[in-house]
T-cell receptor, first 112, second 115 residues
Framework: AQSVTQLDSQVPVFEEAPVELRCNYS??????LFWYVQYPNQGLQLLLK????STLVESINGFEAEFNKSQTSFHLRKPSVHISDTAEYFC??????????WGAGTKLIIKP | DAGITQSPRYKITETGRQVTLMCHQT?????MFWYRQDLGHGLRLIYY???????DKGEVPDGYVVSRSKTENFPLTLESATRSQTSVYFC??????????????FGDGTRLSIL
């Protein structure tokens, strides 16, 4: 069965510092991978996705994630965070029946 | 406006009552999903639907009923609400073409409290 592990429940980081949110998945087949962001009192929004091709995918607000097949990872990074990045971030992998398997989420806490 | 709309945004009810959460999407997406989000559990799938009149159980379906008579609507009913069903409920939809690579689009959620 597929599963997704987000290794950190919370990540505190100072404003303008770099951040990495870790995501590992288990799957015996080709996967599609997603990162979603949830701002307080809102629904989840797609941040970026990996379907195929280049292993490095980018979002419009400066986040990037790298698909690493050998390490079964899809870590999310940003070189310099802003207070507006405060949110919870969810990693997900597609399942064979069109569902998404979700990680437990990582809360990104930006310290001024 | 195009998108996915959930109503109500907030609901307080009592144990034993029936309550229905509404979900409406304007994209004509084939797939629709209901999740609940609880501290410590992340997102858990309650039910999903591949098309009108086709529904299937997710991870935590007990105590819930869904229907999908029209593509755009996917209501979730708690037939006899219990305190353990206090949660934030999210509806989502996705396209079917190349379904595994399609992202899910979420509503803003319904915060349900059962007293």
């Amino acid at each position: 069965a597929q599963s997704v592990t987000q290794l950190d429940s919370q990540v505190p980081v100072f404003e303008e510092a770099p951040v990495e949110l870790r995501c590992n998945y288990s799957s015996s087949v080709s996967v599609y991978l997603f990162w979603y962001v949830q701002y307080p009192n809102q629904g989840l929004q797609l941040l970026l996705k990996y379907l195929s091709g280049s292993t490095l995918v980018e979002s419009i607000n400066g986040f990037e994630a790298e698909f690493n097949k050998s390490q079964t990872s899809f870590h999310l990074r940003k070189p310099s965070v802003h207070i507006s990045d405060t949110a919870e971030y969810f990693c997900a992998v597609s399942a064979s029946n069109y569902q998404l398997i979700w990680g437990a989420g990582t809360k990104l806490i930006i310290k001024p | 406006d195009a998108g996915i709309t959930q109503s109500p945004r907030y609901k307080i009810t009592e144990t034993g009552r029936q309550v229905t959460l509404m979900c409406h999407q304007t994209w004509s997406h084939s797939y629709m999903f209901w999740y609940r989000q609880d501290l410590g559990h992340g997102l858990r799938l309650i039910y999903y639907s591949a098309a009108a009149d086709i529904t299937d159980k997710g991870e935590v379906p007990d105590g819930y009923v869904v229907s999908r008579s029209k593509t755009e609507n996917f209501p979730l009913t708690l037939e006899s609400a219990t305190r353990s069903q206090t949660s934030v409920y999210f509806c989502a939809s996705s396209e079917s073409v190349g379904a595994q690579g399609q992202p899910q689009h979420f509503g803003d959620g319904t915060r349900l409290s059962i007293l």
